[in-house]
């Protein structure tokens, strides 16, 4: 059962546009929004996060969107870089802290080209 | 910036024998996770481990799975008797729930590999 569904498995942008991962969820009881960005051999990395009382996060380059109604969100990195090549992770979470486990999302693979 | 440490960084092990990966979690972090990553698949909640006792855990965490604070400090998985499908990147998590805004800090991983 896949609550936490990104359906695109990889992305390709150049330099300096914008790259827009999408995220989709089921499960109407998530409340905790997270991404994660991943280099090879290494732990996922907390990129940004947002709660459902918002609709937009933003932190320097990079803004995530949440539409409740349609359980969506998107990241928006804008401008890309070509540091930015990695896997990103969607998360979602019942509730933000506590004990609560992630359910993560298969990831997608950014590739920003110089 | 505070890391959580994970010992080894790979271990090849026998089908059958027990292994146990080790992690360092951020001190004064009061919430423990391990999760894994089977290649190409999506990151895996495994146990969550609160106050020195399992607070959730999921179907893949049977029998064969244990997790302890055995000093207080360290935070391990044992696993009995390894079976092939157990290969996996295992990935141990802090989260502290003052800080939880910040999300949870992960370990670099532990890649598992039963032969």
């Known amino acids: 059962d896949q609550q936490v569904k990104q359906n695109s498995p990889s992305l390709s942008v150049q330099e300096g546009r914008i790259s827009i991962l999408n995220c989709d969820y089921t499960n109407s009881m998530f409340d905790y929004f997270l991404w994660y960005k991943k280099y090879p051999a290494e732990g996922p990395t907390f990129l940004i996060s947002i709660s459902s009382i918002k609709d937009k996060n933003e932190d320097g380059r990079f803004t995530v969107f949440l539409n409740k109604s349609a359980k969506h969100l998107s990241l928006h990195i804008v401008p890309s870089q070509p540091g930015d090549s990695a896997v990103y992770f969607c998360?979602?979470?019942?509730?933000?802290?506590?004990?609560?486990?992630?359910?993560f999302g298969k990831g997608m693979k950014l590739t920003v080209n110089p | 910036e505070p890391e959580v440490t994970q010992t080894p960084s790979h271990q090849v092990t026998q089908m059958g024998q027990e292994v146990i990966l080790r992690c360092v979690p951020i001190s004064n972090h009061l919430y423990f996770y391990w999760y894994r990553q089977i290649l190409g698949q999506k990151v895996e909640f495994l146990v969550s481990?609160?106050?020195?006792?399992?607070?959730?855990k999921s179907e893949i965490f049977d029998d064969q799975f244990s997790v302890e604070r055995p000093d207080g400090s360290n935070f391990t998985l044992k696993i009995r008797s390894t079976k092939l499908e157990d290969s996996a990147m295992y990935f141990c998590a802090n989260d502290n729930w003052r800080e939880a805004n910040y999300g949870y800090t992960f370990g670099s991983g532990t890649r598992l590999t039963v032969v």
């Open positions: 998360a979602a979470s019942p509730s933000q802290g506590g004990s609560e486990k992630l359910v």
């Open positions: 481990f609160y106050n020195n006792e399992i607070s959730e």
